[in-house]
C-alpha cells in the first residue's frame, strides 16, 4: 500500500539571516484570529474594545509561560531539574496544551482584576478563541513532524520522514480537526443561544469536549513523557481527567443547588 509521504522543511520563509517557520506561522495565526474573534465579540456585545490589546497581551504570556512550564514539569522534570537554564531555552521546543491552559486561566483572572466584566464572562469568550488556535497549533506540529502517532496500517496513515519509515497516525491533523469543530460548537452556543445559556456553560463545554478528545487521541499517539511508566494511561491522558471532571461538575452544579 502507498502512504503519503510527509518530509517538508519546518522553515516556510528565509530572508537574509531571517527565518520563519512553519509553526511560527501557525502560532502567528492563532493569536491573530484570536484577536479578530474577540474585537467581533467585544462589538457584538458593545464592550470596550481598548482592552483587548491587553487582554490579548496577558493571554500570550499566559500560554506561552504555562505551556512551557507545563513541559519541564509534566513531562521532563528530571531534566529540567538537572539543567534548570533549559527551562528558558523554549526555541529548542517544548511546550504542553495542559500548561498553557492553566496558564490562560491564571493571566484572565490578573487581567480581570482590572476591568469590570466578571472572570467568568472572559473564561466563556476566551474558550472559543483558544479551541480555534488550539487547532492552528497542532497543525503547526504536523509542519514540524513533531507530536506524531502510533504506527498504523489505515489507508489515510502518513510516514513522516523525517522521523523513520513508518506509517502512522496523522495525530496531529485528528487534534487540528477536533478542537475545530468544537470551535464551531462553541460559536454555535455563543452565537445562537447566547444570554439564554448559563455563564460558565461555554467555558465548561469547551473543557469537556477538548480534553475528552485529547483523552481518547492518546491511545493513538506516541508517548511524549521522557520517563517510564507501566501504567495504562499516558501522562497526557492523566492530566486531562481533572480538566474534564471540573467541566462536568460546573455543568450539575446547578443540580445540587436546588438540593
Given amino acids: 500500500m502507498d502512504y503519503f509521504v ?17 509553526y511560527g506561522l501557525m502560532f502567528a495565526s492563532a493569536f491573530i484570529s484570536s484577536y479578530l474573534l474577540m474585537t467581533w465579540m467585544y462589538k457584538r456585545e458593545e464592550k470596550n474594545t481598548d482592552e483587548i490589546d491587553d487582554l490579548l497581551t496577558y493571554a500570550a504570556v499566559g500560554t506561552i509561560v504555562g505551556a512551557r512550564l507545563g513541559h519541564c514539569l509534566f513531562y521532563d522534570p528530571a531534566f ?6 533549559k527551562i528558558f531555552a523554549i526555541w529548542e521546543g517544548g511546550l504542553a496544551s495542559h500548561g498553557a491552559i492553566l496558564g490562560i486561566l491564571i493571566a484572565l483572572y490578573l487581567f480581570q482584576r482590572r476591568v469590570a466584566e466578571p472572570y467568568v ?28 502517532g502510533e504506527p498504523t496500517r489505515v489507508p489515510w496513515a502518513v510516514i513522516f520522514q523525517k522521523i523513520d519509515l513508518l506509517p502512522r497516525h496523522p495525530v496531529q491533523l ?6 475545530s469543530l468544537i470551535f464551531l460548537l462553541l460559536l454555535f452556543m455563543y452565537k445562537i443561544r447566547g444570554s439564554n445559556i448559563r455563564p460558565g456553560v461555554i467555558f465548561a463545554t469547551f473543557l469537556i469536549t477538548v480534553f475528552t478528545a485529547r483523552f481518547f487521541l492518546e491511545f493513538v499517539k506516541t508517548k511524549q513523557a521522557a520517563y ?17 471532571m471540573a467541566g462536568l461538575f460546573y455543568l450539575v452544579l446547578p443540580i445540587f443547588k436546588k438540593n
Fill in 6 to 22: 510527509w518530509n517538508i522543511e519546518p522553515v516556510a520563509i528565509t530572508v537574509g539571516f531571517a527565518t520563519i517557520r512553519w
Fill in 80 to 85: 529540567y531539574f538537572s539543567h534548570p537554564l
Fill in 121 to 148: 464572562w472572559f473564561l466563556d469568550r476566551v474558550s472559543i478563541v483558544s479551541a480555534l488556535g488550539a487547532s492552528f497549533i497542532r497543525t503547526g506540529n504536523f509542519f514540524n513532524s513533531e507530536i506524531v
Fill in 174 to 179: 485528528y487534534e487540528a480537526l477536533s478542537y
Fill in 228 to 244: 517510564n511508566s507501566e501504567f495504562w494511561m499516558t501522562t497526557g491522558q492523566m492530566l486531562s481527567i481533572p480538566f474534564v
